[in-house]
C-alpha cells in the first residue's frame, strides 16, 4: 500500500505492507518520500506523477491518502491506484465528540488512529507543524483539540508583517536576552513557540486528566529529543512518523 500525508508544507509517502491485523507498532515502512506540497495546479500534477510513479515501481496497488489541502485531496483519490481516504470517512478506531467531523482535518484523525492502534484510550497527540494541534482522545474518544499557529508560521508571519523585521527561522536557542535584533527575533520565536506548547500541553493535561503525550510533525525537533528534552516534556512519547502510521491504518481498515 502507499501510504500519504499531505500537509500544508510537506507531502510525505511510504510504502506499507498492511498484515491482517495491524497496530501501530506494526507499521514499519520500507521506502520513505519527502516532497514540498505544491500551491498551483501545476505542481499538484507533478506531486501526483511523482506518486504514481513511487507506487508502480514498488508494485502498489492501493493507496491510503490523508490530505488537509482539498484540491490534492481530489486529485489523488481520484488518481492513485485503489486509493481510499485516511479521514473521517475511514473505519474509525476510536469514537468521536466533534462537532464537525467531515470539517476536521485528516492529520488528526490520523494522529487519533495511531494512538488507538498504540493501545491508547487516553492521550494527547502534539502535532508541530504549520500549524500545532493539540489532539485528545479520552476513554477512546476523539473529544476534539485546539489548532495554533506553528512557531515557523508564526516567525515568518511576524518578519513580513513588522516594517523593521524580517522572517527568521526559530531554532534551539538559549534563555537569555538577546543584544542585537536578529538574535532577540530567533530567541523570541522559539521559546515563546516552545514554552507556548508545553504550557497549552500541560493546561489540557490539568482539564482532561492523565493522558499519554505524544509528539510528532516537522516542527517537533523545537522540543528536543529523548536524549535532550526541553524542559516538561522528558516523559512525552516522540515518533516523526506518528500521522502517516495512522494515516496506513485507517487506509488498512478501509480496504479490509
Not at 69 to 92: F, K, N, Q, S, Y
Not at 210 to 224: E, K, M, R, S, Y
Amino acid at each position: 500500500m502507499l501510504v500519504v500525508d499531505v500537509g500544508n508544507t510537506r507531502t510525505s509517502a511510504a510504502a506499507w505492507s498492511p498484515p491482517e491485523a495491524a497496530a501501530t507498532d506494526d507499521v514499519r515502512f520500507v521506502e520513505l518520500l519527502h516532497l514540498p506540497t505544491p500551491r498551483d495546479a501545476a505542481g499538484r500534477e507533478d506531486l501526483r506523477e511523482a506518486l504514481a510513479a513511487f507506487a508502480r515501481r514498488r508494485g502498489l496497488r492501493r493507496a491510503a491518502v490523508a490530505s488537509v489541502v482539498p484540491e490534492i485531496t481530489g486529485l489523488l483519490l481520484a488518481e492513485l491506484p485503489g486509493a481510499v481516504a485516511a479521514d473521517h470517512r475511514a473505519p474509525l478506531p476510536f469514537a468521536t465528540a466533534l462537532a464537525e467531523p467531515a470539517a476536521t482535518g485528516a492529520d488528526r484523525f490520523c494522529d487519533m488512529a495511531a494512538a488507538a492502534g498504540a493501545g491508547l484510550r487516553d492521550a494527547l497527540v502534539v502535532d508541530m507543524g504549520t500549524a500545532t494541534t493539540f489532539n485528545v482522545l479520552q476513554a477512546g474518544v476523539f473529544v476534539g483539540g485546539l489548532i495554533a499557529p506553528g512557531a515557523e508560521l508564526a516567525a515568518r508571519a511576524l518578519g513580513e508583517r513588522a516594517a523593521r523585521l524580517h522572517p527568521v527561522v526559530p531554532v534551539p536557542v538559549a534563555a537569555e536576552a538577546n543584544p542585537d535584533t536578529h538574535g532577540a527575533l530567533v530567541a523570541g520565536c522559539f521559546l515563546v513557540g516552545a514554552h507556548g506548547v508545553v504550557g497549552t500541553a500541560t493546561a489540557l493535561l490539568a482539564r482532561h486528566g492523565p493522558l499519554v503525550v505524544v509528539l510528532t510533525g516537522g516542527q517537533a525537533g523545537l522540543l528536543g529529543d529523548a536524549a535532550t528534552p526541553f524542559p516538561g516534556t522528558a516523559a512525552w512519547r516522540r515518533d516523526p512518523l506518528w500521522t502517516l502510521k495512522g494515516a496506513a491504518l485507517l487506509g488498512a481498515a478501509s480496504v479490509r
